[in-house]
């Protein structure tokens, strides 16, 4: 019981969810948090729809699209709308998939744990390519399970359709496809699918799926999966123990601190004990994945993030184990504790603490609309000049908060190789008239001069974001690139 005893397991597993949504919904609609780099990129790609990105396939830009079309605005509400929306969706296949797998009591405290999850909990309040990957996983686990066990075509080519619009969202998801044949390989009463046309069918529409995205990069050089391939940063020193550590310390915050102790625990008894109802189907859509990023992190680094996935089967497997060997305390002090961080970390940008930087989660999204209203009152008395900046993030937050004000802006491309999205799409060559205010750190502007023939420094921009912390940009009128 999560809610009532009057209620159904389904019924509480609705309520919850319902009534968890709403309250995020309404957080973003009061939260004074502005966008991060990554969002504001993200509303930009939204802007010149396409199959395809420098760094991300297209889902999350059509997300933006979407919801900023349905608000016809683009604040940040509107950009971010999608997360809780995305999140209470896969709960509740969350709960479908427990009740189909183990029983109704495991799916409704596994939906409410996932959905209360830290990492959950932060994910719902902006927009990132996790909350799509989150619910299109668990859509397919769920048909997957349904698949494998009714042995319906429906089913297969549903899993197959999801799983498509999963890797249009990260490829990552590759990952849910090598869990299917790697449970299919090692469970016996389930083998005979990989004779059968069925599980290739599924593969054959995940990439029909996703066609459009793989065409778009062969029309741009891979760039997509060459980015990928440079953020694994498998070409270096490959062996970093100390980065697993920080990784595995990582996921006490991502799933919590109760179920991941929990995690770890059933992780090390699953390799003595006998596994409980049907743990080795949610085990294999966890530990691909998870197994992959744990290495990952000993070989260069993952971040925390990155092996989210695997707790839509995670979160399943380990309350499974707990709701079967009657632990539910850990169940309830996992939801207490969930709760509580939560409501203390949303709390803290509507207090005006004024904290110091170091206590101060959120400094590094502070003073880019104010630096952004400086800049475009700069503009104008420069009128012709584009706005060059050599900074990914910085462009981004800039182009979103300038809202039109800065209508020609440039990243400045230093090495001539195309290292993101901005370089891709931007030239020195859109400055018709070669004039440019370059904006950048004062301590970084002392290299400047042999690029141009003229430089002229027009204002230092000091904005404070704490007692001991301030946002500072210089503010250079260049010309007659060299």
Same mark, same amino acid.
């Given at each position: 019981?999560?809610?009532?005893?009057?209620?159904?397991?389904?019924?509480?597993?609705?309520?919850? &969810?319902?009534?968890?949504?709403?309250?995020?919904?309404?957080?973003?609609?009061?939260?004074?948090?502005?966008?991060?780099?990554?969002?504001?990129?993200?509303?930009?790609?939204?802007?010149?729809?396409?199959?395809?990105?420098?760094?991300?396939?297209?889902?999350?830009?059509?997300?933006?699209?979407?919801?900023?079309?349905?608000?016809?605005?683009?604040?940040?509400?509107?950009?971010?709308?999608?997360?809780?929306?995305?999140?209470?969706?896969?709960?509740?296949?969350?709960?479908?998939?427990?009740?189909?797998?183990?029983?109704?009591?495991?799916?409704?405290?596994?939906?409410?744990?996932?959905?209360?999850?830290?990492?959950?909990?932060?994910?719902?309040?902006?927009?990132?390519?996790?909350?799509?990957?989150?619910?299109?996983?668990?859509?397919?686990?769920?048909?997957?399970?349904?698949? &494998?066990?009714?042995?319906?075509?429906?089913?297969?080519?549903?899993?197959?359709?999801?799983?498509?619009?999963?890797?249009?969202?990260?490829?990552?998801?590759?990952?849910?496809?090598?869990?299917?044949?790697?449970?299919?390989?090692?469970?016996?009463?389930?083998?005979?699918?990989?004779?059968?046309?069925?599980?290739?069918?599924?593969?054959?529409?995940?990439?029909?799926?996703?066609?459009?995205?793989?065409?778009?990069?062969?029309?741009?050089?891979?760039?997509?999966?060459?980015?990928?391939?440079?953020?694994?940063?498998?070409?270096?020193?490959?062996?970093?123990?100390?980065?697993?550590?920080?990784?595995?310390?990582?996921?006490?915050?991502?799933?919590?601190?109760?179920?991941?102790?929990?995690?770890?625990?059933?992780?090390?008894?699953?390799?003595?004990?006998?596994?409980?109802?049907?743990?080795?189907?949610?085990?294999?859509?966890?530990?691909?994945?998870?197994?992959?990023?744990?290495?990952?992190?000993?070989?260069?680094?993952?971040?925390?993030?990155?092996?989210?996935?695997?707790?839509?089967?995670?979160?399943?497997?380990?309350?499974?184990?707990?709701?079967?060997?009657?632990?539910?305390?850990?169940?309830?002090?996992?939801?207490?504790?969930?709760?509580?961080?939560?409501?203390?970390?949303?709390?803290?940008?509507?207090?005006?603490?004024?904290?110091?930087?170091?206590?101060?989660?959120?400094?590094?999204?502070?003073?880019?609309?104010?630096?952004?209203?400086?800049?475009?009152? &700069?503009?104008?008395?420069?009128?012709?000049?584009?706005?060059?900046?050599?900074?990914?993030?910085?462009?981004?937050?800039?182009?979103?908060?300038?809202?039109?004000?800065?209508?020609?802006?440039?990243?400045?491309?230093?090495?001539?190789?195309?290292?993101?999205?901005?370089?891709?799409?931007?030239?020195?060559?859109?400055?018709?008239?070669?004039?440019?205010?370059?904006?950048?750190?004062?301590?970084?502007?002392?290299?400047?001069?042999?690029?141009?023939?003229?430089?002229?420094?027009?204002?230092?921009?000091?904005?404070?974001?704490?007692?001991?912390?301030?946002?500072?940009?210089?503010?250079?009128?260049?010309?007659?690139?060299?």
């Amino acid at each position: 019981m999560v809610l009532s005893p009057s209620l159904s397991p389904r019924q509480q597993a609705f309520y919850f &969810i319902a009534c968890l949504t709403v309250l995020r919904v309404l957080f973003l609609g009061v939260s004074p948090l502005p966008l991060h780099g990554d969002e504001a990129q993200s509303w930009t790609w939204a802007q010149a729809l396409d199959f395809g990105y420098y760094s991300k396939p297209p889902m999350v830009a059509w997300a933006i699209a979407f919801t900023t079309f349905l608000g016809q605005s683009d604040a940040e509400f509107w950009v971010r709308l999608a997360s809780p929306f995305c999140y209470a969706i896969a709960s509740y296949f969350i709960y479908l998939t427990g009740k189909a797998a183990v029983d109704e009591k495991t799916g409704l405290w596994a939906a409410v744990l996932f959905c209360t999850l830290p990492a959950v909990f932060l994910s719902s309040t902006i927009i990132s390519t996790d909350p799509l990957l989150l619910l299109f996983w668990a859509i397919g686990l769920y048909y997957a399970w349904q698949a &494998i066990t009714i042995n319906a075509w429906k089913y297969w080519l549903l899993c197959g359709f999801f799983i498509g619009l999963a890797l249009l969202t990260k490829y990552t998801a590759v990952l849910f496809l090598v869990s299917t044949f790697v449970y299919l390989l090692f469970a016996k009463e389930h083998r005979f699918f990989l004779r059968t046309a069925r599980p290739y069918a599924m593969i054959f529409i995940a990439i029909l799926v996703w066609l459009p995205n793989f065409l778009w990069n062969a029309q741009h050089d891979f760039l997509t999966f060459k980015h990928t391939q440079d953020n694994a940063n498998l070409k270096s020193t490959l062996f970093h123990p100390h980065k697993l550590l920080e990784f595995l310390g990582s996921q006490f915050g991502v799933m919590g601190i109760f179920l991941f102790a929990a995690f770890l625990i059933l992780l090390w008894k699953s390799l003595r004990d006998k596994p409980f109802k049907n743990a080795p189907f949610l085990f294999c859509y966890t530990f691909v994945l998870w197994g992959v990023i744990v290495a990952q992190s000993l070989l260069s680094r993952a971040n925390a993030n990155w092996a989210a996935a695997s707790y839509v089967a995670g979160t399943l497997w380990v309350v499974a184990w707990l709701v079967q060997t009657n632990r539910t305390k850990w169940l309830k002090a996992s939801l207490i504790l969930h709760c509580g961080v939560a409501l203390i970390a949303l709390s803290i940008p509507f207090m005006n603490l004024n904290l110091p930087a170091k206590y101060d989660f959120y400094k590094k999204l502070k003073g880019y609309p104010d630096l952004a209203k400086e800049l475009v009152v &700069i503009q104008k008395t420069h009128p012709n000049a584009a706005i060059l900046l050599d900074d990914r993030m910085l462009l981004a937050v800039l182009k979103y908060y300038s809202r039109g004000g800065l209508p020609v802006m440039i990243k400045w491309n230093h090495n001539g190789r195309v290292d993101d999205y901005y370089e891709m799409t931007t030239s020195l060559k859109d400055a018709k008239s070669g004039e440019y205010l370059l904006v950048m750190p004062p301590a970084d502007s002392a290299g400047i001069t042999p690029f141009f023939q003229s430089v002229e420094q027009i204002k230092i921009i000091t904005i404070p974001t704490n007692p001991d912390r301030a946002l500072e940009y210089g503010v250079f009128y260049v010309r007659g690139l060299k």
